[in-house]
């Protein structure tokens, strides 16, 4: 557990780049410090490791004043990964992970095998550890630079707009993978970002600063979307917040439609002036008929619509408007975990869920 009390940090011009901080951010889970460029989230990140030492208030780590640690023993314990990964150039990769082992004091090989173990754990083949950060992508190097941090098994993580240097496609991958990796290691991970999207998306908690160094507000994404705290917050956060909230709001009991269906390699019986869904034998859908399609002989997959994305039972709402949204046949197609066709649902059907929500969307 990480406790900010009262903290301040004024730079020596006079910039309060952090206003009297009160924050706790709890063991063991993602929390990410959000807000404007300038508002403070980096200098309020860097003192946690003291590459800053705030002016006034209290640190503690565990309940221990971080100002009782030498800066070096402090370190140890707390991972630190950077934008653009921040690797040395001219080691190879498993030097560059093996750096803090190295640095504590182990044996060369002992530093080599814990880095090599490291690759795996992030996603990239051991050949990769030979190679110079040159050699590899930005997402690759993102990852190394994970591996460097998490080398000492750090209890503590901390993260300084780690993947908004790569494209969005790598950087949804990046944020996939951090949130399995958390499922495993179950780090204490402090995660700057400007992007609230991201925020949201990874942040069991997130802090909204405002420019001054001020937390605006600090609670689940959820209630951030939902509930913001004030005018400023809401602007941040933005005004398809309402659409955003529905990444949070599950709905296990949906009632669901059904529609006639074919199966491929299957003769089709009477095409008839409504859609057609097609499965496969195992019960996944592949596809839609247009209304009045005539098949002779067994159904081919080439005559088939493609359909829109499926909608998992039990997933958050966002994904059941979005699979009636984006179907060719205006119903989206509800699937089991198994990927299994359970029935159909309208645009209509989901919002009327939605309303009858009792957490619905942007009402208090
Ligand atoms: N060494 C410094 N001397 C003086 N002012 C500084 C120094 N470092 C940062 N600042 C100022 O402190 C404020 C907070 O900066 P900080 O880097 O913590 O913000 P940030 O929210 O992380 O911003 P960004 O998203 O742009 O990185 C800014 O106004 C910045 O200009």
């Not at 952090?18 to 807000?35: P, R």
Request: net charge negative; proline share 6%.
């Amino acid at each position: 557990m990480i406790e900010f009390r009262d903290v301040t940090k004024q730079y020596p011009d006079g910039t309060v780049a952090v206003d009297k901080l009160n924050l706790t951010v709890d063991a063991g889970t993602i929390t990410v410090f959000v807000g404007p460029s300038g508002c403070g989230k980096t200098t309020s990140l860097r003192m946690v490791n003291r590459m800053i030492e705030a002016t006034s208030g209290t640190i503690l780590i565990d309940g221990k004043d971080i100002k009782d640690s030498a800066p070096a023993s402090l370190r140890l314990g707390i991972g630190y990964v950077i934008q653009q990964a921040g690797l040395f150039p001219h080691r190879t990769v498993l030097d560059n992970i093996a750096t803090v082992p190295l640095l504590s004091g182990w044996d060369k090989r002992k530093a080599r095998s814990r880095a090599a173990e490291l690759l795996e754990t992030v996603g990239l083949p051991t050949e990769m550890g030979k190679r110079y950060p040159v050699q590899l992508s930005g997402g690759q190097q993102q990852r190394v630079g994970v591996a460097r941090a998490l080398a000492a098994d750090p209890p503590i993580l901390l993260m300084d707009e780690p993947f908004s240097a790569v494209d969005p496609v790598v950087r949804e991958d990046l944020q996939n993978e951090l949130l399995r990796l958390q499922g495993e290691l179950d780090k204490t991970i402090v995660f700057v970002t400007h992007d609230i999207d991201e925020a949201v998306r990874i942040g069991e908690k997130v802090a909204v600063f405002r420019k001054g160094g001020v937390l605006a507000q600090y609670g689940t994404p959820a209630d951030v979307l939902r509930y913001p705290a004030d005018e400023f917050v809401a602007s941040f956060v933005g005004r398809d917040r309402g659409y955003r909230g529905l990444s949070f709001l599950e709905s296990s009991g949906i009632a669901v439609d059904q529609v006639p269906t074919a199966t491929v390699g299957e003769p089709v019986s009477g095409a008839g002036s409504d859609w057609v869904l097609v499965l496969d034998a195992n019960s996944h859908p592949c596809g839609w008929l247009p209304p009045n399609t005539t098949v002779d002989g067994p159904l081919g997959s080439g005559s088939l619509v493609a359909g829109g994305s499926l909608y998992t039972t039990g997933t958050p709402l966002r994904g059941a408007l979005d699979a009636a949204l984006s179907s060719p046949a205006s119903r989206g197609v509800v699937v089991d975990s198994d990927g299994k066709y359970v029935g159909v649902i309208t645009a209509r059907q989901v919002l009327d869920e939605i309303e009858g929500h009792p957490e619905s969307v942007g009402k208090p």
